[in-house]
């Protein structure tokens, strides 16, 4: 799991998760460049500050702000090695809602975020890798995707989309020495979850594990930055599922 000098990009990095990994990959000797979004920045410079990393506000689905963030790696670090996708519109879903009543506004917003933006950070960090040799992609699915849970049909199907493109872009990206892997995280007891879920459901889930506890943040990294290291390299087009034992693939 050696990480040291690496450069390693993490999405989504001002959320609960996305938090927990800039901080794991800058303890593990990593350069981070860490991004959100504009309205993320603050919160963005403190945890940059914190950790020792590198943040630059940034949509996931602008390919001018992803040209701008890896112009920003290369000119501070030289190379993109990793990149963990992680960005997704999760707590900003609302109040879980029938398929029936959810708007194109809402399927389309998440569709655009979670897989055209994943897609287009694929797409943004390519040249670099292959420049440097090959690289590591760790794009986020959720384990509501094997699930099936109801009131968030947009967002299952996003992740499940998310898993498709990464063993499609796994086959197309193996030649150039590239890895492409999902991790399909179970329900995060963080605030993002607490916003949208009750305390009676979040207990019921820690209790259906096989690890019948709540899961938190730091349940992720160990997954995450094995699939980003050397360590990870014969492994990919996988979703590594990790959610203390409830779906077992
Ligand atoms: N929390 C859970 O229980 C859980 C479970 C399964 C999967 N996940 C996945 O883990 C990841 C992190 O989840 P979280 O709990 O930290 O959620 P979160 O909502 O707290 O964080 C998501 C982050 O993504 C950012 N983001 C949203 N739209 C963006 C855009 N267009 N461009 C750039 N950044 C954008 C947000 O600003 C936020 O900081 C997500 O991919 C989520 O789907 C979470």
């Known amino acids: 799991m050696n990480l040291d000098g690496k450069t390693v990009v993490v999405t989504g990095a001002a959320g609960g998760i ?129 699930m099936g849970v109801p009131g968030f049909a947009h967002y299952v199907a996003s992740k499940a989309a998310v898993e498709g493109l990464t063993r499609s872009a796994a086959r197309e990206l193996g030649p150039d020495g590239i890895t492409v892997n999902a991790v399909a995280p179970g329900l995060v007891s963080d605030e993002a979850t607490r916003a949208l879920n009750s305390d009676a459901y979040i207990a019921s889930a820690a209790g259906g594990r096989a690890l019948a506890r709540e899961m938190v943040p730091d349940d992720l990294v160990g997954a995450v930055k094995f699939l980003a290291s050397n360590s990870g390299g014969f492994l990919t087009g996988q979703t590594v599922v990790v959610d203390g034992g409830v779906v077992f693939t």
């Open 18 to 146: 996305g938090e927990c990994y800039v901080h794991a990959f800058a303890a593990a000797g990593a350069n981070v460049v860490a991004t959100d979004v504009p309205a993320a920045a603050e919160a963005g410079a403190e945890l940059a500050q914190e950790a020792g990393a590198v943040f630059v506000a940034g949509d996931v689905t602008s390919d001018d702000d992803w040209a701008a963030l890896v112009a920003r790696a290369q000119d501070e670090f030289g190379r993109v090695d990793a990149l963990v996708n992680n960005a997704a519109v999760y707590q900003g879903l609302g109040a879980k809602r029938p398929l029936t009543e959810l708007s194109t506004d809402d399927w389309d917003t998440v569709l655009r975020v979670n897989v055209r933006g994943t897609w287009q950070g694929i797409k943004a960090v390519v040249p670099a890798m292959r420049a440097a040799g090959g690289g590591r992609i760790v794009n986020i699915s959720s384990s509501t995707a094997r």
